[in-house]
C-alpha cells in the first residue's frame, strides 16, 4: 500500500473549519483513500473514503486532488469533541490484504 | 446502529498466563480485523478473517491465535502472556473483503499484564 504522509499536529479554532492535509503521491489507481480519527483510547472511528471524486458525509469532506496524490479532509465546523488523532491512510482495493495500515496521523487540538 | 463488541472491557492476567478476547461483528458483517495498540503507539494489524478463513496475517505472535465462528464472531487467543502483551486490542469488522469496505472498530479490551 501507498505510504501517506500527514503533518504530525494541528491546531483549529472551536467553529471554524479545520483542513487536514495528507500527502500519498505513490498511490496506485486502485487505492482508495481513507480517513479515521481516535479519541484517547477508544477505538479508530471511521470517517469517510474515496478513489478519485470529492465525498461528502455528515461527518466531513473529502477532497481528492486531481493526479490522487494528495487530498484535504475538512471538518466544516470543527467542536472540541473533533480533538483526535486524524490517520490518512491507503488501501488497495483488492481482495488480497485487506488490512488498514496505520501510520503516523496528525493530532488535530481544536481550541475554545 | 449496532457497533462492533468487544469483551471483555478490561483484563488483568499475570505473566505466562492465557488470555482470550471475544469480539462480535455488527450484523450481516463476515470480515473481522484484529489490531493491537501499544503505549503511545499507533494500531497494529495482528490478523484477519473473512467467511471463517484467515484472509490476511501481521505482526500476530506464535503465542497467539485467532479463529472467526460460524456466526462470525471472533476469538484471540493469547498464550504464555508477557509483560509486553499489555496493550489496547481493537477488533474490527466489515461487510466483504477488501476496500471499498470500511472497517468499524469496537471500543477495545485493555489488556494489562502483571
Known amino acids: 500500500d501507498a505510504k501517506t504522509t500527514q503533518p504530525t499536529s494541528m491546531d483549529c479554532a472551536e467553529g471554524r473549519a479545520a483542513n487536514l492535509p495528507c500527502n500519498h503521491s505513490t498511490i496506485s489507481g486502485n ?35 486531481e493526479d490522487r496524490k494528495s487530498s484535504t479532509l475538512i471538518l466544516p465546523h470543527a467542536t472540541l469533541r473533533d480533538t483526535a488523532v486524524y490517520y490518512c491512510i491507503v488501501r488497495v482495493g483488492e481482495t488480497s490484504g485487506s488490512r488498514l495500515t496505520f501510520g503516523e496521523g496528525t493530532q488535530l487540538t481544536v481550541n475554545p | 446502529a449496532a457497533g462492533v463488541i468487544q469483551s471483555p472491557r478490561h483484563l488483568i492476567k499475570e505473566k505466562r498466563e492465557t488470555a482470550t478476547l471475544k469480539c462480535y461483528p455488527i450484523p450481516r458483517h463476515d470480515t473481522v480485523y484484529w489490531y493491537q495498540q501499544g503505549p503511545g503507539q499507533d494500531p497494529q494489524f495482528l490478523i484477519s478473517f473473512y467467511e471463517k478463513m484467515q484472509s490476511d496475517k501481521g505482526s500476530i505472535p506464535d503465542r497467539f ?50
Open chain 1, 31 to 65: 487505492e482508495y483513500v481513507y480517513w479515521y480519527r481516535q479519541i484517547h483510547s477508544q477505538g479508530p472511528q471511521y470517517i469517510i473514503h474515496g478513489l478519485k471524486n470529492n465525498e461528502t458525509n455528515e461527518m466531513a469532506s473529502l477532497i481528492i486532488t
Open chain 2, 65 to 114: 491465535s485467532a479463529q472467526q465462528f460460524s456466526d462470525y464472531h471472533s476469538e484471540l487467543n493469547m498464550s504464555s502472556l508477557e509483560l509486553g502483551d499489555s496493550a489496547l486490542y481493537f477488533c474490527a469488522s466489515s461487510l466483504g473483503l477488501g476496500a471499498p469496505s470500511p472497517l468499524h472498530f469496537g471500543n477495545g479490551t485493555r489488556l494489562t499484564v502483571t
